[in-house]
């Protein structure tokens, strides 16, 4: 008897759910401070950086891509969640002003300095 055939979107939904597991795991066990769906991300990436498994981010494409074009519907909940929490936000607002600015301007430098020994490098090695 033959196997059915696994619908691609399907077998690619199964593999960010595996991933999302695994990921939620390795944060339980590991006590780590990020939700278990970045864990599981972060492993993907890994997987597809790694030259054995790089053919896993391809199993998770035909479900992942659907998803991305459709992005912009998983923010409606927090989204909402913010507008139910303002007066909260209103009460706090120059504690999170000062954290968005500063962690604004922290990747901002993080990004030029990175952006100027990148350049720097890149110089040397033509040179």
């Known amino acids: 008897m033959r196997a059915p055939h696994t619908p691609p979107v399907l077998l690619g939904l199964a593999v960010l759910l595996a991933l999302q597991l695994v990921g939620t795991a390795a944060v339980a066990l590991l006590h780590l401070p990020v939700p278990g769906a970045v864990a599981g991300l972060v492993l993907l990436v890994a997987l597809g950086a790694w030259r054995r498994t790089r ?3 391809r199993l998770a ?3 992942g891509n659907p998803l991305l074009a459709h992005l912009q519907l998983l923010f409606v909940p927090p989204g ?6 303002l007066s909260h936000l209103a009460r706090n607002a120059l504690p999170l002003a000062l954290a968005v600015g500063a962690s604004f301007v922290a990747g ?14 890149h110089q040397e090695r033509s040179a």
Do not use: I, K, N, T
């Open 108 to 121: 901002l430098l993080v990004a030029g300095r990175l952006l100027q020994g990148l350049l720097a490098r």
């Open 55 to 57: 053919s896993v981010p």
């Open 80 to 85: 909402v969640g913010a507008l139910l929490e």
């Open 61 to 63: 494409a035909p479900a």
